[in-house]
């Protein structure tokens, strides 16, 4: 199975910072890699595909970049609605994987 | 507008089994696979295996192979998901996706207890 290690666990930022998540793959996914956001109670919403779509209806300052086993998701400037987990997923081979969640809070 | 509804909350006994719905409209049922996904208290998500609704193709997580059963009723546009010989391993919130991972069901908790 293709280990998913994400980083870091917990990140703390202030409104209008930049941040950024990482997720490193334990082998080349070759680009499948997409990103979620997941806040309390809600199911998880799909911002990025396949590394750097935009998944529609998202707002430009969520960006994802990437490839081989290297992948980061970027919010350009920290918004308050934007506290939430955020999951990553390679669906490049079964079975697929998600790395263990990045929760983001305003400091 | 794709909306995938999940059937309600479940409370059953360990030992027991349960059969979890999903019910997809908004789009062509047969058009994308659907997937199922574990997600553990308050912990990270685990892919459990899709199933392809056009011809009842199944790809399972070898993990949950002798546990979950996929399944489809293409006259109501519904998958199932049949969770078997429950433990308390198996309390989670249980989430049906479509649409290469774009479109997801509210989520259905699952507690195992006696």
């Known amino acids: 199975d293709i280990q998913m290690t994400q980083s870091p666990s917990f990140l703390s930022a202030t409104v209008g910072d930049r941040v950024t998540i990482n997720c490193k793959a334990s082998?080349?996914?070759?680009?499948?890699l997409n990103w979620y956001q997941q806040k309390l109670g809600e199911a998880p919403k799909r911002l990025i595909y396949?590394?750097?779509s935009l998944q529609t209806g998202i707002p430009s300052r969520f960006s994802g970049s990437g490839s081989g086993t290297d992948y980061t998701l970027t919010i350009s400037s920290l918004q308050p609605e934007d506290v939430a987990t955020y999951f990553c997923?390679?669906?490049?081979?079964?079975?697929?994987?998600f790395g263990a969640g990045t929760k983001l809070e305003l400091k | 507008q794709v909306n995938l509804l999940q059937s309600g909350a479940a409370l059953v006994k360990p030992g027991a089994s349960v059969k979890l719905s999903c019910k997809a409209s908004?789009?062509?049922?047969?058009?994308?696979?659907i997937h199922w996904v574990k997600q553990s208290h308050g912990k990270s998500l685990e892919w459990i295996g899709y199933?392809?609704?056009?011809?009842?193709?199944?790809n399972y997580n070898e993990k949950f192979k002798s546990k979950a059963t996929l399944t489809v009723d293409k006259s109501t546009n519904t998958a199932y998901m049949e969770l078997s010989r429950l433990t308390s391993e198996d309390s989670a919130t249980y989430y049906c996706?479509?649409?290469?991972?774009?479109?997801w069901g509210q989520g259905v908790m699952v507690t195992v207890s006696s």
């Open positions: 199933i392809n609704p056009n011809s009842g193709y199944t």
């Open positions: 396949n590394t750097n």
């Open positions: 082998q080349n996914i070759n680009k499948y």
């Open positions: 997923l390679q669906h490049n081979s079964g079975p697929y994987t």
């Open positions: 996706t479509s649409g290469y991972g774009r479109d």
């Open positions: 908004g789009y062509t049922f047969t058009d994308y696979y």
